[in-house]
């Protein structure tokens, strides 16, 4: 493009920007001019369908994670419903069958958990850890039979479990681990990136996430056959560009060359707009990543250095071994509060203060659970409970923040004492 071209187009974007209606939002805008621009050049070219931008967004993800291979989809959604049935292929050695079993934290997403409903799996819930939200480590371990062959991990707002314990024990039982990492892309366990220690990585880059490329998600592995069974599911069980095509092609004479269909498969396909979106905003990663960890520990260190902090909120506690990139900045409330949440959270609203449940909060009392008749167990979910009952989270944006807006924020959380 012209310097002239990009020059109208930068006019263009800034005129056509939409201010939030909250003072405080779960994300501010990330999407820069360049960003924009990038997406606007795959359009203006009319190559808009899955192809070159795609796979160079893929190489430069997995590149950057250490993993093997990367596979663009269309969302997070859509990476967690592909890697779950690549798991049952039966082109897959290690596969789950369906009435196997399934661990999952009852701290999930919807997305989380229906693709395994759908595969045939039934699902065990395990209760959270307190501190970090995430699957109690300790818990799930227990909860491992001669049934379980597959562990949905779901790691929240940037942190994880105990992870080590569970690969262990999991490659050791040849259990295979699905990691939702949709909400903590550049989170790093013992220095390395979450979404790699298990068979599957999923990420997302909806437009709140760490990234975002409107819509979009990513899926990561490092065994060749997973990648191969990734790739041809992806869109439609198709041959078409699948590392053995011209075998598959001798073999299936008869067959339209261009139209062999060797597996199941979906339509699961992103476009090259999104990657190129996406690709742009991943090269900034790392920048975001420290700005985001800045703003959490502002926020959190300005409530406990006033003079009306009185433990009032609990915080996210991070695993000692991650190093994190924060998605949000989740607050249980004090249990001196309990029953008051509704109210207060109205009162964040009023003054423009965005909030959010912390996923979908104990999953277990959501009513699609009971209209599949899952989770019928006599456990009690106490840390689950809290964090529907207790908990929501604020954004933790991208840009920093300043001193204003931390003190006004600040402020409008303190409002908590004033509910009667």
Known sequence: MKINQINFLKKLIKK????????YPLLNNTLSEKDLIEGIKIILSGQITMSKKTREFEKAFARKVGSKYALMVNSGSSANLLSTFAACNPKRKNRFNPGDEVLIPSVCWPTSLWPLVQAGLKPIFVDVEEGTLNVDSEKLIKKISNKTKVIMLVHVLGNSTDLKKIIDIAKKKKIIVIEDTCESLGSKY?????????????????YSHQITSGEGGMIVCNDRNDYDLLFTMRSHGWSRGAKDQKKIEKNYKILDPKFIFINSGFNLRPIDVTAAIGLSQFKKL?????IRNYN?????????????????????????????????LPLLINKKFKGKRKAFLKIMEKNG????????????NQPAVKLFNLGKTNSKFYKSEDVQNLGFFIGVHSEKIDRETVIKLKNILFKINTIK
């Open 16 to 23: 056509s920007r939409k201010k939030s209606k909250y003072f």
């Open 353 to 364: 203060v965005e909030t959010r449940p912390i996923i979908s909060g104990n999953f277990l």
């Open 190 to 206: 013992s220095n390395k990136y979450l979404g790699t220690f298990g068979d599957f990585g999923t990420y997302s880059f909806y």
């Open 296 to 328: 959490y520990n502002k926020i959190i260190m300005a409530l406990r250095n006033s003079k009306h902090w009185d433990n009032q909120f609990t915080f996210f506690k991070i695993n000692k071994k991650i190093k994190p990139s924060f998605f949000g």
């Open 286 to 290: 790392d920048k975001f990543i420290k």
